[in-house]
């Protein structure tokens, strides 16, 4: 064998075992049923689009989806699921952050658990959330609220529903982008993405991403009687390619994780 030959060998195992002790990344989702994989059970119809992108991306990089159902950035903290979090981050790894639907709810009975106001507390624990992900060498990115899929009644384009204190969900959403401005923070405005997808849509085809479709009524803590809210699996493998398609136009850094 040449020395040419031998050098190529070499310089290709070297390659190889950079490569393969390369640590892998990992995705982690904080929020609330929207995002929730419920456990990631089969015979659920629920589905979140977060864990949904584990299927796009690169060999060695994972999702670990900690969102969970009924939770505001309030109770998140409360229950202490942030801080078990924030203990699992690795250097390098990204940490998503997308809450407000709960945030929002400030009916009688839920408002001390869950309410966080968009101008107020809520703009406070995302602030927390950014300063400890960086505090253990994690890349932060915040995200707007995905949208209601509630059109008005000719059912030609969504409509808002406001809080007893008059916030919309696009209230949360713009408090949300203006943390991320103020900390340098990579921002998804999954709100605006979903809500051009699903107007483009109309009504009929935009209940296909909900639990509506599936047949399964919702009626309690302030959520639509009719569940479109909650992704199903067509739901959520239409976000998380809006999502991917997003970060990928924008070249944003976690767009590095996917295929």
Known sequence: MNMKMKCLLLSSFFAFSFVSVLPATTLFFAGDSTLDDHKRDPKTLYRSWGTELEASMLPGNKVDNRASSGKSTKSFLALGLWGKLVASIQPGDYVAIAFGHNDQKCNPGRALELYAA??????????????????????????????????????????????????????????????????????VDMHALTEMYLNSLGKEKSDLCFMISTGKAKAKDGEPKKDVTHPCKAGAEAFSKLFLDDVKARKLPVAALFK
């Open 118 to 187: 968009a101008e107020g507390l809520y703009k406070e624990n995302l602030r927390r959330f950014v300063r400890e992900v960086r505090e253990r060498g994690g890349v932060p990115i915040l995200m707007s609220p995905i949208v209601r899929g509630t059109f008005d009644r000719a059912g030609e384009k969504l409509v808002e529903h406001k809080n007893a204190n008059g916030e919309d969900l696009l209230a949360y959403a713009r408090a949300a982008r203006a943390v991320a401005e103020e900390l340098k923070v990579d921002f």
